[in-house]
């Protein structure tokens, strides 16, 4: 064998989740540099908004990540609500949060499920997609479908909590949080799991802060931020809950913290039922955009999801930009693998929960 | 003349030319169908010629000998076959209930699932990689199945149910099943790929932490029985006590090392498919693929059964000097090892390259090193 050796680690392989290619250099098998290549999944989504109407982006904006289309098309009507300058009603905005942490706890169990494979464990990857139905399940009695919702409307959503919602609501979140311990159990009682997870992909906090993470990735390593405290949209503000920062630094870190939010999204899911009021859950919203550059930003399950919309006062924007969590973690993907043994790559770049939807567009 | 001239069934023992002094039951039936297929044979080529001498060489002692050891390999391997394709069962069935899914569901109890996927992998097209190693290709994989279910035809399963009684017994088991790790090494190497080339380079590897201390606990076994004959090392175990009491640890080292061995979950590093595809298997297709599965399930097979038979003592029951269904006895023990490997895929993650080596060195070998210094000193005392 010579001494070192690039290995091409997708766009078809297991452990990538998705399209997109980690050139490795192997010495041995100790990892001596690394590229990430991204650009399989491009399908011009930013250019083809542009020849949209504002509500038509809705179901688009859907498809831009698989697992988490809530908290994306919650982003884009929030943008186009903010160029309208709209006041959305008190209930939407709490049925806007249930949505988005069902989304957030689904999304975060399909990246525990993708974990557990990662890491040779298929019981992992079962027991947290039987989970990731019940959440599901609330999706399809909330808007019709499971995956690809359409539930945000700008001014608004789509339709009220279907009858009966609050109660299956309560009963998925009860019996989640139990279950939940089930997981856990066999992933952080596991010496295995833990010498697999401890010390691999190390990111210090100023390396986190420069290279521009976000999110779950970016709190792992010690970084106390999150939208929806510190810059709170829609009714996060009344809620009372805590932002989970782990100081380890490394793909365990990241995991703890990924795993407390899960709790943390019941008790939101919690208190916003029980303070849910009453009224309408959309208003009449305007056909066209005034002229003007508007932005919003929100705490996707991956990280910070923002998008930048330009208006020229038609009813189809000029110019929207997204920026994606994933598209800048990815870039983190050489300084998190460098060093580290070939085995430990689908461990380390699991944690980052890869989704190539948003990152290509 | 009539059928029952020519047809009677004697007593296997008795065949002169018989290669077996003690009884043989595979044997036995072997020997019994060809007097009765062989007979009719007879008899009817005698009915067309009356008087020929070849009917009576049909039923004469040579062949009824030949063709006895033929039906007894094809009985043998077939039920060893069909105690694999049960373990297969066992394990997917065991998988399924652990991870709360449906496992196998063809057949009646799922159990024909296995039969229809080695008829699925039999239909696929033979492919090569055209710049592979043709030889090196082939030759490794047929090696590493042909050990595989080499070792599994030289298990007893009693003392009346094996196809060889020779006085290497344990060491020439061991041997074989260290031959594959080499062949992975070379399917790994020929098949021009970077994926199995690592995969390859794991099983090396691997195979350097976990053998010393396998090895070392064999040793111990072998030393306290006094013998590397598997019979005389049952019989021991059933006149003193079943190994696992005084060699708890030597029994816990040597699992772990045969899982190791049979390359299974937390140790299948050879074929991490997480980061690897499938190491060194990526470029096996079609049946070839289909034998490793199965292969692999040899392999495991005869890690249980040597566990068995080196710790449970074989085909005994505890507290019981004579046998009842000692192949039965024997086949649930094997199963009872089996289902704890299965036990810890369903539960453990795959460990590292370097972990396994740790814990081969650091672990392993001090433990079964511990372990033979005991056996040492009980046999010094004069305990056993």
């Known amino acids: 064998m010579t001494s070192k050796m690039w290995v091409t680690m997708g766009p078809q392989h297991p452990f990538s989740h998705g399209l997109w290619t980690l050139k490795v250099r192997v010495d041995g098998e100790v990892i001596t540099d690394a590229t990430p290549i991204i650009g399989y999944l491009h399908r011009g989504w930013e250019k083809e908004c542009e020849h949209r109407t504002y509500p038509q982006i809705i179901p688009m904006a859907d498809r831009l990540c698989y697992s988490a289309s809530m908290t994306w098309s919650h982003l884009y009507v929030m943008a186009v609500e903010e160029g309208l300058d709209l006041e959305v009603p008190e209930r939407a905005q709490y049925l806007r949060v249930v949505a988005d942490e069902i989304c957030r706890i689904q999304s975060h169990l399909m990246w525990l499920a993708a974990m557990g494979t990662d890491l040779g464990n298929l019981t992992v990857f079962l027991w947290s997609l039987r989970e990731r139905e019940i959440f599901l399940d609330l999706f399809v009695k909330l808007c019709g479908q499971r995956l690809t919702t359409n539930y945000p409307r700008i001014g608004g959503v789509r339709n009220d909590m279907p009858y009966l919602f609050e109660r299956d609501c309560m009963r998925a979140v009860e019996r989640f949080e139990k279950k939940l311990w089930d997981i856990i159990a066999l992933m952080d009682d596991s010496a295995i799991f833990l010498s697999r997870m401890q010390g691999v992909g190390h990111v210090t906090r100023k390396e986190a802060a420069n290279l521009g993470l976000t999110g779950p990735t970016m709190r792992g390593c010690g970084v106390d931020f999150d939208v929806r405290r510190d810059d709170p949209y829609e009714v996060y503000d009344l809620f009372d809950f805590e932002v989970p920062v782990s100081q380890d630094g490394d793909a365990y870190g990241r995991y703890a913290v990924r795993i407390e939010e899960m709790f943390q999204s019941c008790e939101i899911i919690r208190q916003a039922m029980a303070g849910m009021p009453d009224g309408p859950v959309r208003v009449k919203a305007p056909r066209n955009v005034p002229a003007g550059k508007h932005f919003a930003r929100l705490e996707d399950p991956r990280g910070e999801g923002l998008m930048y919309l330009i208006s020229d006062g038609t009813d189809r924007p000029y110019r929207l930009k997204v920026r994606s969590p994933i598209f800048v973690n990815v870039s983190a993907s050489k300084r998190l693998v460098l060093g580290a043994r070939m085995a430990d790559v689908p461990a380390v770049m699991g944690t980052i929960d890869m989704c190539l939807g948003e990152t290509d567009r | ?384």
């Open chain 2, 1 to 384: 003349m009539s059928v029952s001239d020519w047809v009677s069934i004697s007593d296997s023992t008795a065949n002169k030319v018989s290669p077996y002094e003690v009884y043989n039951l595979p044997y036995a039936i072997g020997h019994g169908l060809w007097e009765i297929i062989g007979g009719v044979i007879a008899w009817l080529i005698n009915i067309i010629a009356p008087g020929n001498r070849l009917s009576p060489f049909l039923i004469g002692d040579f062949v009824t000998n030949m063709m006895g050891l033929f039906i007894m390999v094809v009985v043998f391997f077939a039920v060893i076959f069909i105690v694999n394709l049960t373990m297969i069962w066992i394990e997917r069935k065991t998988l399924g209930r652990i991870m709360d899914r449906r496992a196998t569901r063809i057949g009646p109890l799922g159990y024909l699932q296995n039969l229809a996927d080695g008829l699925k992998t039999f239909l696929k097209e033979h492919i090569m990689p055209e710049k592979a190693d043709k030889k090196g290709y082939m030759w490794a994989v047929s090696i590493v199945i042909g050990s595989a279910v080499l070792i599994a035809g030289m298990i007893p399963l009693s003392p009346r149910w094996f196809l060889a009684d020779y006085g290497t017994g344990l060491l020439l088991i061991f041997g074989i099943f260290a031959v594959s790790p080499f062949m992975i090494l070379v399917a790994g190497w020929a098949q021009n790929n970077k994926y199995s080339l690592i995969g390859g380079m794991r099983a090396a590897a691997q195979m350097i932490s976990y053998e010393i201390p396998m090895l070392l606990v064999f040793a111990s076994v072998v030393l306290m029985a006094g013998s590397l004959n598997i019979n005389e090392i049952v019989q021991f175990q059933m006149d003193n006590t079943w190994f696992i009491v005084p060699q708890i640890i030597g029994f816990v080292v040597f699992m772990v090392a045969a899982t190791a061995e049979a390359e299974r979950i937390p140790f299948d590093l050879p074929e991490a498919e997480a980061e690897l595809v499938e190491g060194w298997q990526t470029e096996y297709g079609g049946m070839k693929w289909g034998l490793i599965m199965l292969s692999d399930y040899f392999r495991g097979y005869v890690a249980c059964a040597l566990g068995a038979i080196m710790f449970l003592g074989g085909w005994a029951i505890p507290f019981m000097d004579t046998l009842v269904l000692p192949e039965i006895v024997f086949l649930l023990k094997v199963v009872l090892l089996f289902f704890i490997m299965v036990w810890a895929r369903g539960t453990f993650a795959r460990i590292r390259t370097d972990q396994i080596l740790n814990i081969g060195w650091k672990v392993l070998l001090p433990l079964a090193v511990i372990n033979l210094f005991i056996v040492v000193l009980l046999k010094i005392g004069g305990v056993y």
